[in-house]
């Protein structure tokens, strides 16, 4: 074959396709995300990038546990580009493990306020939830009520109805306990939780639908199971804001990182970006009822009725998840089950 055929050949492989697609190298044309999260809460949203941009999301979905081993195991033969899950604690151990990647953005610093991200950028939150107080209308007055620490009283003995303590969203409420009023003084809340407990229930919607029924009178709760229950019923619930004079109601999030071992991090880091911003913030925290992380993104209407409230800002989610060791054997110290 002559000389000048092979620069012929050459020149035309450059030129082809496929040749072109490999060295854009980034410009992955699919994500694939590792999902905590139910599909139909993001499957709306994710299309919606998919119109905006051309890049496809393709799920992987599970429980947060079970995808943060997957990844380990994984190690860089992963396909996956970003973890997304609920409660920082679950991000917080995929940090522990070196499986996020530290972003430097200004879009997402800007749009997450401090106490809802990693310091390093590995992870980030994308909506709110707060854990909160739910009352039966018929028994108890708002002015009955007052701290988290107020249900371990006497005068709350066999009215209170719990969640178990196996769930991650009371490890991290527990955490947050301790960082506030030190290690002594939440367990004998905590303690104080479990005599004064009805029942204790294995989620959230069961605790409500006790507090309704009479079965117990008050129970902590995230928000958007009560948005879910009233969605479809009326019933004798509402929320109340404890801890207004001290250091505000319990917040958490769900939230997302960019995979180390991503071969599209520039790609997966704009996805994060456009999931923090104003137009998809609209839609992404309201799909399921929760707040949105960007604080110049407004709330729905079915969230904004249940009115404003001061949240734990001095609690850096961070450390929901340092803490969370300390949380489950205080708990179970007390035979909180």
Not at 87 to 100: E, I, K, S, V
Not at 302 to 318: D, H, I
Request: hydrophobic share 40%.
């Amino acid at each position: 074959m002559s000389p000048n055929l092979n620069f012929l050949i050459i020149l035309s492989l450059l030129a082809s396709p496929l040749f072109v697609q490999a060295a854009k190298g980034d410009k992955a044309s699919t994500l694939v995300v590792y999902s905590a999260r139910k599909e139909q809460l993001v499957k709306d949203i994710f299309e919606k990038y998919t119109q905006e941009t051309g890049v496809e999301i393709q799920l992987k979905s599970g429980k947060a546990a079970a995808l943060i081993e997957t990844l380990k195991a994984e190690g860089s033969k992963t396909k996956a580009d970003v973890l997304l899950t609920v409660d920082a604690g679950n991000l917080w151990h995929a940090t522990q493990m070196d499986l996020l990647e530290p972003l430097s953005s200004k879009t997402l610093n800007t749009n997450v306020p401090a106490h809802l991200r990693e310091k390093n950028g590995r992870w980030f939150g994308l909506s709110v939830r707060a854990r909160t107080i739910a009352y039966n209308t018929d028994k108890v007055k708002p002015e009955d009520l007052s701290t988290y620490e107020d249900l371990a009283s006497k005068k709350w003995e066999g009215r209170v109805c719990l969640r178990t303590s196996k769930k991650v969203y009371n490890q991290s409420l527990v955490a947050m306990l301790i960082h506030e009023l030190g290690e002594k003084k939440a367990k004998e809340v905590v303690a104080g939780w479990v005599k004064n407990a009805a029942y204790i229930y294995s989620n959230d919607t069961k605790v409500l639908e006790a507090v309704a029924a009479g079965q117990c009178d008050v129970g902590i709760v995230n928000t958007y199971y009560l948005g879910r229950l009233l969605k479809n019923k009326k019933l004798p619930l509402k929320l109340f804001w404890p801890n207004q004079k001290s250091f505000g109601v319990h917040v958490n999030v769900s939230g997302a990182g960019v995979v180390k071992a991503s071969h599209h991090k520039e790609q997966a880091q704009k996805f994060l970006e456009w999931l923090s911003a104003q137009e998809a913030q609209k839609t992404f925290a309201q799909v399921n009822m929760e707040f949105p992380v960007n604080p110049n993104v407004p709330q729905s209407s079915e969230t904004a009725a249940w009115g404003t409230f001061k949240p734990n800002s001095s609690f850096n989610l961070t450390e929901a998840g340092r803490l969370q060791k300390k949380a489950v054997l205080l708990m179970q110290s007390v035979n909180y089950k």
